[in-house]
């Protein structure tokens, strides 16, 4: 079956900026900075791994920058280290989007589609994953993935692809281009757990499309029509009989990402794990 999601790929941009080169320097000294070699290039990830405990296995959150951002400033950006300080944070580096007379030029960013750019940021994650659960006691029940703008909208490729891995979702400002304009969930979505971040006037992803985005995972989760209260004021609970709810958070600013979005996204994912 063929895997394709068509994602909004345009105007995907954040005011950071940066040049990419073969090693990062990390300005968080909690953290180390891993790397590994997938098709043959060289990839990078800024690893949070808390203090050993032989009694404990430990939570994974997979965090995917924005389009023309870096390790660095994710890890400024969303800094969930600093409130969850018992799971394993993996900040993850996307490579250039563009290839031209066999160099790798331009924004960094995140492959959309499956087979695109060799699948190269699936085989990243999937390197990553072998690893961490190799060197750090991981609980698989609870492995999330979140992520900011085209960082969010390779979630659903994730979602699509490596489904199975996660437990529970957090996208922030995206949607999917076709959700306006199709009634039809993608292709091979199943129930997961998710909350959205949406900024009614976000100028970069409508929020109509992001809106009717959370509206087909709705109806792929099975949610209720009537939501409950979450979170903030600002925050709507969609419980599911499939117990896997949706959780927006529909904030009155744009693109960028609310003070408080990432305690929320712990206290989501911290709700959800697999049984």
Not at 31 to 38: D, E, F, G, H, I
Not at 52 to 63: A, E, G, H, I, M
Not at 151 to 172: C, E, H
Request: with cysteine; net charge positive; charged share 20%.
């Amino acid at each position: 079956m063929k895997h394709t999601i068509k994602l909004l790929t345009a105007l995907l941009l954040v005011a950071t900026s940066m040049t990419f080169a073969a090693e990062t320097r990390l300005t968080d000294p909690r953290l180390t900075l891993m790397k590994w070699t997938v098709d043959g290039v060289p990839r990078e990830a800024g690893v949070y791994i808390p203090k050993s405990d032989t009694t404990n296995t430990f939570p994974l959150v997979f965090v995917f920058h924005g389009r023309n951002s870096s390790i660095n400033s994710t890890i400024k950006y969303f800094a969930f280290h600093d409130q969850w300080p018992d799971a394993v944070i993996v900040y993850m580096q996307g490579l250039p989007m563009s290839i031209s007379g066999g160099k790798m030029k331009g924004d960094t960013g995140w492959q959309l589609n499956y087979g695109e750019k060799g699948d190269r940021d699936l085989k990243f994650l999937d390197a990553v994953l072998e690893t961490l659960r190799e060197k750090s006691s991981i609980d698989n029940n609870r492995i999330y993935v979140t992520g900011h703008s085209l960082g969010a909208s390779f979630i659903y490729l994730l979602w699509q692809t490596r489904g199975d891995i996660f437990a529970a979702v957090a996208p922030v400002a995206t949607g999917l281009q076709n959700a306006l304009t199709s009634s039809k969930p993608p292709d091979l979505m199943t129930p997961k757990p998710m909350l959205h971040i949406a900024g009614r006037k976000d100028s970069i992803i409508r929020f109509k499309i992001q809106e009717a985005t959370v509206n087909m995972v709705k109806q792929i989760n099975g949610c209720d029509v009537k939501p409950v209260k979450w979170g903030n004021n600002m925050c709507a609970k969609y419980p599911s009989s499939t117990d896997t709810p949706v959780v927006t958070y529909f904030h009155p600013g744009g693109h960028e990402m609310p003070k408080d979005a990432v305690s929320l996204i712990i206290k989501f994912f911290k709700e959800n794990q697999k049984p």
